[in-house]
């Protein structure tokens, strides 16, 4: 089933996907992914031997589509307006909501925050984070309106 058709027809949202279940999300099953190469590592006869892993989550990208649970942990936040924004002349600009938007990039930002703190916790409990150099890095941010 299609949901948005145009570019701006749903902004950055998808808000058509309201019932996803949060387990199932992108970053999620990157995050359990990553537990179970990891836990085959360590049952591996060379599991004593260092390793290397670089978790790479996809999100937080349009479409913002978010669980029941995050849109409600969202729901009343205010964020500082676009800076600049011009969607002028852009068919579906009209449609474009940007606070509602930021407000959707948050809830994914801590959703993608949940999922490092749960590898941790794995980490933790498989006993390898005192022999583990976590980097923490972000490519981008979206601009979510400003200097459109």
């Known amino acids: 089933t299609q949901v948005c058709v145009g570019k701006f027809e ?9 019932d996803v279940d949060e387990a199932l999300s992108i970053d999620a ?3 359990a992914s ?3 190469l990891l836990r085959e590592h360590l049952s591996s ?7 290397f892993l670089q978790l790479g989550f996809p999100g937080p990208h349009p479409p913002f589509i978010l669980s029941p649970s995050m849109r409600e942990g969202a729901e009343g936040r205010e964020y500082p307006p676009p800076v600049d924004a011009n969607f002028s002349g852009i068919p579906g600009a009209e449609n474009v909501d940007a606070a509602a938007s930021r407000r959707a990039y948050g809830a ?5 925050d949940e999922q490092i703190a749960r590898f941790l916790g794995f980490l933790e409990e498989s006993g390898e984070l005192n022999d583990t150099v976590v980097v923490v890095m972000g490519d981008h941010g979206e601009h979510l309106g400003d200097h459109s």
């Open 34 to 36: 990553a537990e179970e």
């Open 45 to 51: 006869p060379q599991g004593g031997k260092p390793w």
């Open 29 to 31: 099953w990157t995050e």
């Open 10 to 18: 749903c902004g950055f949202r998808c808000d058509g996907l309201s």
């Open 108 to 112: 994914l930002v801590e959703h993608i």
